[in-house]
């Protein structure tokens, strides 16, 4: 039994250093393993390519919402700014981070949230009249654009809008 949890924490660790090294991104990058991984990982909150050796360390997903109310009032929701305005708990937003990151770019789960988002926003303001949904890339500097005062790039991955009339 010893030499069976010896193989297993050895396989274990050499799986780890796989990925790491970046050694299985060419299997799981575009391929069948990457949905079920994305959502493996956004249940027990792990990152499949190790959080600080990732490609995508200083880069997030975002979203922005504008409410327009029948007074001509808007207001403005970002996930920038937290999200506590759409989620009941830390664990919550938790897996609403890794909803973003691993959907970002399939525009059938952005329609779906998009959609969702605006229904729930008319039913949370019964005077609003428009929904505007904007997903967008933050990408931040390394830390010699930091020093430099380097902008903070931003790409608009997807956007849409909903009105009542």
């Not at 990925?19 to 949905?35: A, Q, T, Y």
């Not at 050796?53 to 403005?76: A, C, H, M, R």
Request: charged share 20%; aromatic share 16%.
């Amino acid at each position: 039994m010893k030499k069976v949890f010896y193989l297993l924490i050895a396989l274990h660790l050499t799986l780890i250093t796989v990925v790491i090294f970046h050694g299985m991104d060419r299997w799981v990058n575009g391929s069948w393993l990457e949905k079920p991984l994305a959502f493996l990982c956004s249940l027990n909150y792990s990152v499949w390519q190790y959080g600080f050796f990732s490609p995508d360390v200083g880069k997030s997903t975002e979203l922005q919402i504008k409410v327009y109310q029948e007074n001509g009032d808007s207001i403005q929701y970002s996930t920038l700014e937290g999200f506590r305005f759409f989620v009941a708990t830390e664990e919550t937003n938790n897996r609403f981070y890794g909803f973003k990151v691993h959907t970002s770019s399939d525009t059938l789960f952005q329609d779906l949230c998009a959609r969702s988002v605006a229904v729930r926003m008319l039913n949370l303001q019964p005077d609003a009249w428009r929904v505007s949904y904007a997903t967008q890339s933050i990408r931040y500097p390394g830390l010699v654009g930091f020093r430099q005062d380097s902008a903070i790039m931003v790409t608009p991955l997807y956007q849409t809008e909903f009105a009542l009339r």
